[in-house]
């Protein structure tokens, strides 16, 4: 475990690796290192977060650039209709994903925020929809009724397990159970959490978290913080609960 904190703190990533990392380019390998350097260094996580964000907001733009650019292309009657909506489309969608690329290679802004504790762990989410199954990308988009099961890679504490999602309205807790205590898990390289949580209709940013937490939590406890994350936050905003756990968060899209 020092070897690996000596290992990912060495050096800072570059904007190009962070990018990569954003679009699922790097090897297994590769994505792991960084991933456990952005767990330990406050900085370059929040680039990296700052990075999804712009990309999500650039996408969101491209998106409406799109629609508007149909609609208007709808209006225009003629022949050569069908050109001009995909002309149109295409140069706004071109636009700005140039923009997406752009921003991408901006200078990062560290700044500084409340960190609790190192051993912290990384959170790799696969989805599950009809046959197809797959590991997740940061900020890839998933849909409602996809079923997403959690490996927790790097555990380097035993404590009891607690798994939820947040999305802009409510907290959904997946373990444990209702009127259930927490599992118990052990140190481990890689532990995938049995069963999977299918994932609501709900549209926006949803981020899964995953905490391992030396002593239970007061019932109710999880809940209550996470709604207050949410009355005051984005999801992509807020990457740790403010408790005494080793944890670890992953944030998805669902844009449909
Ligand atoms: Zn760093």
Redesign the pocket.
Known sequence: MVALVTMT?RE??SDLRLDGLRLGELEADAEHELRA?LDS?E??SERFESFERQAQELGDQAKRLADAAFIRAQQQAGTRRRVMIFGAAFTATMLALFGMYWVGRQDPSHGTSLRLKGGDFTLRLVAKRGSRQWTVKSGEGLVGGDQLRFVLIGVQRPGYLYLLTIDQRQPTIFAPAPNRPPQRIEKSARFEVPGAMALDKSIGAERAFALVCEKPLPSGQLDAVAKKIIAHNRPSEVKRFALPCSQASFLFNKPW
């Open positions: 703190q800072h990533p350097h260094c900085a370059c």
